[in-house]
């Protein structure tokens, strides 16, 4: 059972160190380049807000999309779109002198994209999705999430904190 626990308190302290590291890296990179999405290698990762690619891409899905200048009709992208990333399917590429537009539509919506897309406002092709983890990130962004994080940080530091006091009064 020792070594149970053991493993379990140090998967738990490596995960919590990658997703510390991760953060740390994507923030710092939405300081110093604030007109583009952090990425890692490459890929960049959204959350699924809408149901407009249902039941392909469900609200709280994390799609995670790779940077490419292939693109190709049916492929699902994320674009940018004023202040938001759009993920939809190209439903028909356009050339119009010499350069390509991409006509987009989420698989739910019965109408295409009101504006033709340009291939500079795209940030990645779709790769794969990571379901509902989402829904949890976007819970934790809020007032009440923050405050229940930081209640299981603080408990977490307490309990660890108080396990080797218990054994060092058995002795």
């Not at 490419?68 to 940018?80: A, M, P, V, W, Y």
């Not at 994209?113 to 989402?134: A, H, Q, R, T, V």
Request: aromatic share 12%.
């Amino acid at each position: 059972m020792k070594i149970v626990k053991r493993i379990l308190k140090i998967l738990f302290w490596i995960t919590l160190t990658i997703i510390a590291f991760y953060s740390v890296f994507m923030i710092s990179q939405k300081l110093i380049w604030k007109d583009k999405t952090p990425n890692l290698l490459g890929y960049k990762n959204f959350i699924e807000l809408t149901g407009s690619m249902e039941p392909t891409l469900n609200v709280g899905d994390i799609i995670i999309t790779k940077e490419t200048k292939e693109i190709k009709e049916n492929d699902i992208i994320s674009f940018r779109e004023k202040n938001s990333v759009i993920t939809h399917r190209v439903f028909e590429i356009y050339k119009e002198n010499g350069k390509e537009y991409y006509i987009t539509k989420g698989d739910a919506n019965s109408d295409t994209d009101s504006e033709l897309l340009d291939k500079e406002n795209i940030e990645g092709k779709y790769c794969f999705k990571i379901p509902f983890i989402g829904k949890i990130i976007l819970f934790f962004q809020k007032p009440v999430g923050l405050i229940i994080l930081f209640a299981i940080f603080l408990t977490t530091l307490i309990i660890s904190s108080i396990e080797p006091k218990k054994k060092e009064t058995k002795k």
